[in-house]
């Protein structure tokens, strides 16, 4: 097996997970989670410099999910990799549960920030990556934003603010999906020339195939991409990955699937 062979069955395994979730609490947002696994992965399972027998240590990268409402997609990798027992995934969206709709702030189980308000992760990650400066950590912020979030023009001053401040320790991943809630991004409010925008803020910007492990891995590989700049990554991306049937379809941002699409969804996981 090779080595991205071993990510993509941990990637399908994840979705495996997302799914049983999803299925078992009758909650939203499968296909956003769908799109954002492989990055995910690699960030978790190779780029980041984290130990979840220490999550707290000085030292470690950040990540902060402000597009929390993908969470379904965080938790699971998050289990994976250490952070706490697979056994709270089934406390997920539940009375009495543990692991919320949108993410609570716990550093024991890597979860930096809450979010879920969409538009406010950028602004804190630009916060920590200039206090990071300020004590001379060498420790990176890796912020995951949503497509249909950037309408948010609190996105914008924390573009301007860090460029400004030359955070070249800041990196955003944009899932590039192109759907948002109410419809195509394109239609809601258009957002191109995206990377054209990114880059005049003073933003080094690359895009990528955010499902082709290889791409991934090479961008990741490269941060940041110019001293002195922060980096902004555009992984474009499907909604509703892995799913034959929810694969660019609007209707699996808030849509649970029923008996007969859970389990057309987990052959479809299983192959």
């Keep these: 097996m090779s080595e991205f062979e071993k990510y993509e069955k941990i990637a399908k395994k994840i979705r ?124 990176r912020i890796f912020i995951f934003l949503g497509d249909g979030e950037l309408d948010e023009g609190t996105n914008w001053e924390a573009i301007m603010f860090a460029s400004h401040h030359k955070l070249d320790n800041l990196v955003a991943i944009i899932d590039r999906n192109q759907l948002q809630i109410l419809g195509r991004t394109s239609e809601v409010l258009d957002l191109e020339p995206l990377n054209e925008k990114w880059s005049s803020f003073g933003w080094a910007v690359r895009e990528i195939n955010g499902h082709n492990f290889k791409e991934i891995f090479n961008v990741l590989e490269k941060i940041p991409f110019q001293p002195g700049k ?34 057309k969804a987990l052959e479809e996981l299983s192959k």
């Design 230 to 263: 922060p980096s902004c990554v555009i992984a474009q991306t499907i909604k509703g990955k892995g799913v034959s049937f929810m694969e660019n379809e609007l209707r699996w941002h808030d849509k649970y699937p029923n008996d007969e699409e859970y389990k």
């Design 16 to 139: 495996r997970e997302i799914l049983e979730m999803i299925y078992r609490t009758k909650s939203p947002h499968i296909g956003c989670s769908f799109s954002m696994v492989d990055i995910l992965v690699a960030l978790y399972f190779k780029t980041l410099s984290i130990d979840p027998q220490n999550p707290n240590s000085p030292n470690r990268d950040r990540f902060i999910l402000s597009k929390g409402h993908g969470c379904p997609a965080l938790y699971p990798v998050l289990a994976e990799r250490g952070f706490f027992d697979k056994e709270l995934l089934e406390k997920f969206a539940i009375n009495g549960g543990v692991l919320e709709g949108h993410p609570t702030r716990n550093i024991s189980q890597g979860i930096e920030i809450s979010s879920g308000s969409v538009g406010h992760g950028l602004s804190i990650g630009a916060g920590m990556a200039l206090a990071g400066k300020y004590d001379k950590k060498n420790y």
